[in-house]
Every structure is written in structure tokens, then in C-alpha cells.
């Protein structure tokens, strides 16, 4: 059983078009995120819900926006693409609560703008 | 400014030796402290975790401790294997601070039979 699902796997298009990448947890964790991982490796959160509420949002262009319609699901949608936003896209879960918890990964949507 | 290092690139070593990766930080006052591993094209999985006042973790042939005098972490793998081989990432977690983890930018780790 795959506990934290995204799709698609690979995304290729053009700049300017407007695209959406899903995710799915079935470990029942109320905190969701978003990460980026760029061509140098480097992964960086981009935001965080508990319970359908979000609790971070780094400096992140407003052409990207997260919805989370439920607490298993985090989707995020990207308007208007740039080069730039061609990156690996990673969804995370984890408990919330005081402390800290390991994160779960999903397997990563690689996303190409040509 | 914030940093996180892990002082090199890569880390290549023999089969049956212990692979020794350092993760230093800056300007950081971390209350926890993760590492990860990533295969290539996969997600990072959870090693282990360790807190500021804990001096060692151990897990099976995985050991981390966390110096925040040295602001350093040390994460051991003893007897190594080709299967070790992976890219490892630590990251820090600020008291309060939502579950927000900051990436240091990995070691890639390769264990030559």
C-alpha cells in the first residue's frame, strides 16, 4: 500500500500554460506539505496544512496555490509556468503535534517547462 | 546568514569500513535535527531523528549525535555496503516552528564492493 501517492509522475509543458500535481496520504496525518527540489538538489519547503488549514507558506510566487480539500489530500496547482518551475515536486506528510516527527515523501513529480 | 553544510559532495568508501557524514550549520539554533536518505529518483526516507539534548542516537549499524556547541552533526554508517549507496540529507527544525524542516544539500555516499 503506497502511503503518500502523487500524480502525475512526469509533467512536461509549455511556459505559460497552468498545471496541477496531486497528492494522497493514507497514514491518516493530519500535516501535509509541499516541497521543491531544484536541479541542484536542494529541497525546500514550499508549504505546510494541518487539517486543511496552512500553517506555512515560504516566499513562493502567488502563481502557486495550495488546496487542500480534505486532510489526506494536498493538491497544488501552478499558474502561468515558467522555466524556472521546472524542479522536482515533493508532497510530505507527518503527525502534527509538539516535537518533531519524521516526515513521509511521496515519490516526486518532475515537472518540465520548455 | 542561516547555512547548512555537509561538508562535501561525495564520500566514497570500501565495503565493511564506517562512512562518516558531517553536517554543520550556521546562524541555526535547532531544537531537532533529521536525517534522510534519498535514492535517486525517489523521495528522501527518515533515518533518524535526534534532539538538542540528546547526545547519540543509535539504530541498527546507523548512529547520529548532534553537537550544539560545535553545531555539528555526525551521522555514522558502520560496516558498510553497496547498498548503503545513496544520497543522505540532514535537516534542522527550529522549537515552534510547525514542522518546518530546512535541507542541507546532501552526500552522496558510494560503497564500492
Known amino acids: 500500500d503506497t502511503a503518500v501517492s502523487q500524480t502525475p509522475k512526469y509533467l512536461v509543458t509549455q511556459m505559460g500554460n497552468d498545471k496541477s500535481i496531486k497528492c494522497e496520504q493514507n497514514?491518516?496525518?493530519?500535516?501535509m506539505y509541499w516541497y521543491k527540489q531544484d536541479s541542484k538538489k536542494f529541497l525546500k519547503i514550499m508549504f505546510s496544512?494541518?487539517?486543511?488549514?496552512?500553517?506555512i507558506n515560504e516566499t513562493v510566487p502567488n502563481r502557486f496555490s495550495p488546496k487542500s480539500p480534505d486532510k489526506a489530500h494536498l493538491n497544488l496547482h501552478i499558474n502561468s509556468l515558467e522555466l524556472g518551475d521546472s524542479a522536482v515536486y515533493f508532497c510530505?506528510?507527518?503527525?502534527?503535534?509538539?516535537?518533531?516527527?519524521?516526515?513521509?515523501f511521496g515519490p516526486g513529480t518532475r515537472l518540465t517547462v520548455t | 546568514s542561516q547555512k547548512i553544510e555537509q561538508n562535501s559532495e561525495a564520500l566514497n568508501i570500501q565495503e565493511g569500513k564506517t562512512a562518516t557524514l558531517t553536517c554543520n550549520y550556521t546562524?541555526?539554533?535547532?531544537?531537532?535535527l533529521q536525517w534522510y536518505r534519498q535514492d535517486p529518483g525517489r523521495g528522501p526516507v527518515f533515518l533518524l531523528l535526534?534532539?538538542?539534548?540528546?547526545k547519540e542516537k543509535r539504530k541498527e549499524r546507523l548512529k547520529v549525535t548532534f553537537d550544539t556547541t560545535l553545531k555539528q552533526s555526525l551521522f555514522h554508517i558502520t560496516a558498510s555496503q553497496p547498498a548503503d549507496s545513496a544520497t543522505y540529507l540532514c535537516?534542522?527544525?527550529?522549537?515552534?516552528?510547525?514542522?518546518?524542516?530546512?535541507f542541507g544539500k546532501g552526500i552522496t555516499l558510494s560503497v564500492r564492493p
Open positions: 535537516a534542522l527544525e527550529m522549537a515552534g516552528a510547525n514542522s518546518k524542516l530546512t
Open positions: 535526534i534532539r538538542e539534548n540528546e
Open positions: 510530505a506528510s507527518s503527525r502534527p503535534g509538539r516535537g518533531s516527527y519524521e516526515q513521509y
Open positions: 546562524n541555526y539554533s535547532p531544537a531537532y
Open positions: 496544512y494541518n487539517n486543511k488549514e496552512l500553517i
Open positions: 497514514l491518516g496525518h493530519d500535516t
